[in-house]
DNA sequence: GACAAGCGAGTACAACGTATCCGGGAGGAA
DNA sequence: TTCCTCCCGGATACGTTGTACTCGCTTGTC
């Protein structure tokens, strides 16, 4: 219709730079093929490729091997937005991450996640073997965010403390992490691994016999994951009841314990609770204040061995 | 046949007696109904139903409402019976036991637990709620098997070391205690409570404040279960790979280790793998020992947590 | 006899993980 | 330009799970 001077290919740009301008295609829309270009312009095939080129140069699309050309994201923090991004390993992972952090690792349903990806439930079984295999990759993506700005000349208290600070943080940021855990096994996560490598570096330091530094390591990942395992429970039971832990305590628990002879049968905790009936809050399960607790004792613990270690050596 | 001057029903309540002793019916079996009896002897249903009074009255058998007449036990232990025995809830329980012991927790579905019971699968919910509850009653059950004979004089460590090694060992029985816990919310299990009271009692003594009570009771059942949740693992993957640990870690994990540049990534877990190579037979992940260490740690630690708040406080 | 009540069984459904097959677009070869 | 070969994503389907509903059947009691 229009007759200008500019060469095809531009004016091919030009109007599909409109249609992505006006959002007739929007952000992840698959973009017309070389082809298509072709058959709907009328034009050669290298020509279409140059038009889509230039989109290409322009940053407004983005061709995926293998997959297509899309519309680029409009801008970078296009948030949960882009529904239709091209589906990769990643994505598949962040997702079900996502799901399994707001709704626990029970709601990570192949089909959910395949939903949240926008994508047919079997499709992600091109990106990942299985459900055991998302669920492993999860962890170590998981563990992949957990960043470990460390002086390695500290002493070594501070380090291991700084180590399992973040295995913790990691853990209360992904209350379902605790479910997965293996342990005898140390799972062959590169992430994983990798932080406890930096574990038993620390550990070297503390002047145990070799075994007792992996015996340690074992100990402190089993502290951490043990007690973090109740962030989960805590999660699914806050929302299988609607109330935190506190309330919790304060409204079915307690209740119960003072109901019908339950005090008698179990004197010390009634002994306890008493106490904390005249706290102001009563005892509220402080998961936070558990760790640097039992971190503690360890810690204490490792340092007297290494010490009586030594005094027998010498 | 005998014509005897006594009453139809005596002469009926005899016979039936005559069965029990001579244990044609033993403990625990159905005896006839009303409308068996009535049938079998020819007489009336109110002739039936009196000999059965007569019975009941002699506390030879005990009519469960809704649910049939059974012959009462001999002697109080009547023991785990016939296979083909009445369908309970402790008989649910014990056969979802037997699986979860057996193949693991993740084998104990309902049309399982059903099949061993010789029953349809929905029968199951006539005695339990659901499989949350089921699984909850399971642990109850098994945590109730747990004998602490304990001398509630000796000093403190001795009396908690003991209650954990009881609960160690029960999850050691039944590997799939440890996917079970709770923690936060202490379980309303009767048994688990019980155990924990026992504990609290032996903490009592520490000299803590009341707080680090309890916080030590959580500690040490963390610790506890955090380590036993390996026993799972451990089976699982017995099961899968058909490996022991240990062969696993020599056949599998190591020469994972050794190969293509790991070492070089993870230089410490490399160093100690040196060490144990030249070791006998290597490093094998001792649960036991992992566990008799780590209570050793906490118990030492509180023991000088106390030491501290005594000489603070004086 | 009639009665309500509880038990066990049967049927059915939704949700799950996943094996299998298929259409179609993209890129390379002819 | 035309095919050929990949491989991605989709559709369909199977077997297994937990469980809601709904039946008879049998029980002890009027």
């Given amino acids: 219709m229009s007759e200008s001077t500019e060469p095809p290919y531009a004016r ?4 599909l730079s409109r249609r992505i301008a006006e959002r007739e295609l929007t952000a992840g829309d698959k973009v017309p093929s ?24 322009e940053g407004l699309v983005i061709t995926r091997p293998r997959s297509g050309t899309v519309v680029a994201p409009r801008r970078p ?15 598949v992972l962040a997702e079900a991450v996502a799901i399994a952090d707001a709704e626990g690792l029970e709601a990570v349903s192949m089909r959910a996640v395949a939903a949240r990806c926008g994508v047919a439930p079997m499709s992600l079984y091109r990106h990942v073997e299985g459900k055991d295999d998302l669920v492993m990759a999860m962890s170590d993506a998981v563990y992949g965010t957990l960043v470990l700005d ?19 943080r990691v853990h209360r940021e ?12 140390p799972l062959p996560l590169p992430s994983l691994l990798e932080v406890g490598d930096r ?7 503390v002047g145990l016999a070799p075994k007792l530094q992996f015996d340690a390591h074992v100990l402190l990942y089993s502290h951490i994951v043990g007690l973090a395992a109740n962030f989960e429970r805590e999660d699914e039971a806050i929302s299988d ?3 935190s832990a506190e309330e919790w305590t304060d409204l079915q628990y307690v209740p119960a314990m003072n109901g019908s002879g339950v005090m008698a049968r179990y004197p010390h905790f009634a002994k306890l609770f008493g106490h904390f009936g005249a706290l102001p809050e009563g005892y509220d399960m402080d998961l936070e204040e558990l760790f640097e607790l039992g971190l503690g ?9 290494a010490e009586r270690g030594r005094a027998r050596g010498c």
């Fill in 77 to 91: 923090g296009g948030a949960a937005g882009g529904p239709a991004a091209e589906l990769t390993r990643e994505r």
């Fill in 297 to 305: 004792l360890l810690l204490d613990g490792l340092a007297a061995l």
């Fill in 34 to 57: 070389t082809r298509q270009v072709a058959r709907e312009f009328g034009v050669a095939l290298a020509t279409a490729a140059k038009a889509l080129d230039v989109l290409r140069s």
């Fill in 174 to 185: 992904h209350p379902w992490l605790g479910r997965v855990h293996p342990l005898t096994r």
């Fill in 199 to 205: 574990l038993l570096g620390a550990l070297e330091d």
């Fill in 12 to 15: 091919i740009a030009a109007e």
């Fill in 150 to 168: 460390l002086d390695e000349a500290a002493p070594w208290r501070e380090r291991i403390t700084a180590i399992a600070r973040a295995l913790w």
């Fill in 241 to 243: 009841t609607g109330l």
